[in-house]
């Protein structure tokens, strides 16, 4: 399983942005895809994640303002940024994993991870 994140960039404060993770051909029939996101110094952190049978869950900070999706097609799953905030800054990583639906928050789970990609909110 290879996957690509894709998407980040620079943004001010209240705008959006749509992360993109691109994986090799049959991962979602298989695979929860995760995001999440690390800000120097730190571990990553869980940003949401959506599963092999299409359940969505999104940590408490993004609620309200980020959506996930997926386009089977073309074997990708997004991530909707709306209403930035500068506490959003971080590279966002994307990553897989076949962990029962109660630990999918938990990055010791997944694996697979693509490179990431920086996202930047200015205040």
């Known amino acids: 399983v290879q996957l690509q994140a894709s998407g980040g960039g620079l943004v001010q404060a209240g705008g959006s942005l749509t992360l993109s993770c691109a994986a090799s051909?049959?991962?979602?029939?298989?695979?929860?895809v995760g995001w999440f996101r690390q800000t120097p110094g730190n571990e990553r952190e869980f940003v949401g994640c959506?599963?092999?049978?299409?359940?969505?869950k999104l940590a408490d900070p993004v609620k309200g303002r980020f959506t996930i999706s997926r386009d089977s097609a073309k074997n990708t799953v997004y991530l909707q940024m709306n209403s930035l905030k500068p506490e959003d800054t971080a590279v966002y990583y994307c990553?897989?994993?076949?962990?029962?639906?109660?630990?999918?928050?938990?990055?010791?789970?997944?694996?697979?991870w693509g490179q990431g990609t920086l996202v930047t909110v200015s205040s």
């Open positions: 990553a897989v994993t076949t962990v029962v639906w109660g630990r999918v928050t938990e990055e010791e789970y997944y694996r697979n």
């Open positions: 051909g049959g991962v979602f029939r298989r695979y929860t």
């Open positions: 959506f599963s092999w049978d299409g359940k969505t």
